[in-house]
């Protein structure tokens, strides 16, 4: 059953000024997401895929086409939508614990419920020795895993996910990517993630879309098709080469494609 | 010897040592006595001032201690308060409205460029010489700092994603601002009280300088024409002592606000 569907999406970002013009970050994007799958997005840089994560968690308006959560048409921030972003995005002015808590306390649940809820993510995120120190003691890694336990706590039926490990180094990034399958496996979720590394898509997903370059649109659907579970050691498998090599090549064409912005006419209605 | 009291033992040397050569300085008659009082007998004074409670220059209109005292510290705590009161809803404003904000920026900007102490005039022309125009030139001199730091604060926190974390948790505006904007906004906008008090406290002493009759500026000024030299350094070491005092408190309320978040 798809729980999130994106269909033939457009995106375009109007100009303010009269010499800058407007530029098409997204066109024609279809998307299908069933329920328990582990997605992955891949593009290179600035092809658009912060703006469709923008997009689908609902912070950014789409020109044209439609989004869909179990079949139902939404605009806007969506309760079963849990969004984890690429930048650093825990509050530093609360502990860990409190950054946890933050979204269960604006919506009024008390104080118990949401301490016990909390901490239980806190383990989750194996970060229970550190619940009550703030972020700017912890770690780059460790303040992602406090985003990412900010978000389960909310328990979202879809997890989207904008390079969550994107400013990490590499091992953490590989580590954090195991927990993340480690968790995902117990939670259940269904997790959209998107991506500028070829292994670490290869490595979660089930299924990976590749986007191309100015407008971001998908050129190609791939199946990773590697049982579960994964660990480290599924890299040196053969099928692991053999999905890395296809990505690879479709991102190198990408990649060597003129870097031009493609600019298009403003729609007057 | 661990290198932070190192720096504790230094910090607090050269302060001795400054007090020190001014000492000797004085003491040795290098500078005259009616010139430079010894640091010594400035401490003495100012002490022998607080068990009379008077102060014995002639022709003083308010003679008591506590009377000065709680003039000039009445002047400091409206200019601030008031700075505060319509400075932060001025730089919230700004803030909310770029083009009010582009529109105000220059003037802002070279604001302290420009002596506000040059419009002292103005300023006895229309509201005289008294409590109210001391307190108008440390309430011009604070609203300022208060103002662009307000602003800056909360513009920051446009620069980071935490405003998206409260949309997509699906909060409204006023929660956003109260829960998300306000507590990260607050390291620009406790320097911006911080920098007020300060101005505050700076416009207030030097106002009464010019256009006062009662306050520990005018005292200084006072017992300086009156060749009460002792008594000048007393009334300026009280002064500074008030001024370090406040300033402690305020960094030790910066540090327990948000000494452990390291931002």
């Known amino acids: 059953m798809a729980v999130l569907e994106v269909r033939s999406l457009r995106k375009i970002y109007v100009s303010q000024e009269a010499n800058v013009p407007s530029v098409e970050a997204l066109k024609n994007i279809n998307l299908t997401v069933n329920k328990g799958e582990f997605i992955s997005i891949i593009g290179p840089s600035g092809c658009g895929k912060s703006t469709l994560f923008g997009v689908i968690g609902g912070l950014n308006e789409s020109t044209s086409g439609e989004i869909l959560i179990k079949g139902e048409k939404v605009r806007g921030p969506h309760p079963s939508i849990g969004m984890v972003f690429q930048e650093e995005s825990v509050f530093p002015w609360l502990t860990c614990l409190e950054n946890v808590e933050f979204g269960l306390k604006m919506i009024g649940v008390n104080k118990k419920e949401r301490r016990t809820k909390s901490r239980e993510m806190i383990e989750l995120v194996d970060l229970s020795e550190f619940e009550n120190h703030y972020p700017g003691e912890l770690s780059g890694g460790m303040k992602q895993r406090v985003a990412i336990a900010r978000t389960l706590v909310m328990d979202p039926e879809i997890i989207l996910m904008d390079e969550p490990f994107g400013a990490l180094d590499e091992q953490t990034r590989v580590i954090l990517g195991e927990e993340l399958l480690r968790i995902w496996e117990k939670i259940r979720a269904t997790i959209l993630f998107i991506t500028h590394s070829i292994s670490e898509s290869v490595m979660l997903s089930d299924r990976i879309y590749v986007m191309s370059c100015r407008p971001g649109t998908f050129k190609r659907t791939i199946d990773v098709g590697i049982p579960r579970p994964r660990s480290s050691s599924t890299i040196s498998t053969e099928r692991f080469c053999e999905v890395t090599d296809q990505i690879w090549k479709e991102l190198k064409e990408e990649t060597s494609k003129p870097m031009k912005i493609t600019s298009c006419e403003i729609e007057k209605n | ?263």
């Open chain 2, 1 to 263: 010897m661990k290198r932070t009291s190192k720096i504790k033992i230094t910090k607090w040397s050269v302060l001795v040592g400054a007090a020190g050569c001014l000492e000797v300085i004085s003491r040795t008659g290098m500078i005259k006595r009616s010139t430079l009082t010894p640091v010594s007998d400035m401490f003495i004074t100012l002490w022998k001032l607080f068990i009379t409670g008077g102060i014995p220059v002639r022709f003083l209109k308010d003679s008591s201690i506590a009377g000065n005292f709680f003039i000039t510290f009445s002047e400091i705590s409206l200019s601030f308060f008031f700075a505060v009161l319509i400075g932060l809803p001025i730089g919230i404003l700004l803030w909310k409205f770029k083009t009010l904000a582009r529109i105000l920026n220059p003037y802002l900007v070279s604001y302290y460029a420009i002596p506000v102490f040059a419009l002292y005039p103005l300023i006895v022309g229309f509201f005289g010489i008294g409590i109210l125009s001391i307190t108008l030139m440390g309430w011009l001199f604070a609203i300022v700092a208060v103002i662009i730091n307000t602003a800056t604060g909360f513009e920051e926190v446009d620069k980071r994603i935490y405003p998206k974390v409260g949309r997509s948790l699906r909060l409204s505006r006023s929660k956003i601002f109260l829960w998300i904007y306000f507590p990260g906004a607050t390291p620009h906008l406790f320097t911006g009280l911080k920098l007020g008090f300060i101005y505050s406290i700076i416009g207030v002493i030097a106002s009464e300088f010019i256009l006062s009759t009662k306050g520990l500026g005018y005292l200084v000024r006072f017992s300086y024409s009156a060749f009460e030299t002792e008594i000048m350094y007393a009334s300026m070491l009280l002064i500074v002592i008030i001024a370090v005092l406040i300033n402690g408190a305020l960094m030790r309320v910066e540090a327990w606000l948000y000494g452990r978040q390291g931002r």
